[in-house]
């Protein structure tokens, strides 16, 4: 058994800084417009976007919050005509959630902002081992975001 130099307690506290001021940032590089929609009503439409209709409880699953959190994103997301509702044809009791053509065409423009900056940014200031280690890094994040505990 090695001993790990850094306890978890530190790890966790700067990663949580280092994912704090890196959202902060990819934030800022949208165009003051796309302002109004906050991480979390844009990482839910990317979701309902990418996966199809959902359920309003699939949602705030998949994206670890409350429903009554998820109830307030998207009622903010319909209010914007972002996302439409539908009865589940299988089960009438379900209604899934929907991108309206609005919506998908905004999925497709701020994350291509944020994404342009980042890689930008990327290729001028990291060396090659050091972009290996960050598309490692996250996957790790992706695996612990989506672990049980």
Partial sequence: MTSDPRPEAEVA??????MTRLRARLRTESAPSDMRWSWSQ??????VVDEG?????????????????MAETLASLREGDLITTSRDPDDGRKTLIHATPGGRAL???I???RVSWLG????AHLRADERET????????????????
């Fill in 134 to 149: 960050l598309l490692k890094a996250a996957a790790i994040m992706n695996r612990i975001a989506d672990s049980g505990r």
């Fill in 120 to 123: 930008a940014v990327i290729e």
């Fill in 111 to 113: 994350p291509a902002a």
């Fill in 53 to 69: 209709p959902v359920t309003a409880s699939e949602l705030a699953q998949a994206e670890h919050v409350r429903r009554q959190s």
């Fill in 13 to 18: 506290a700067e990663l949580m800084k280092a």
């Fill in 42 to 47: 844009l990482t839910t439409l990317a979701r």
């Fill in 107 to 109: 999925i497709e423009t």
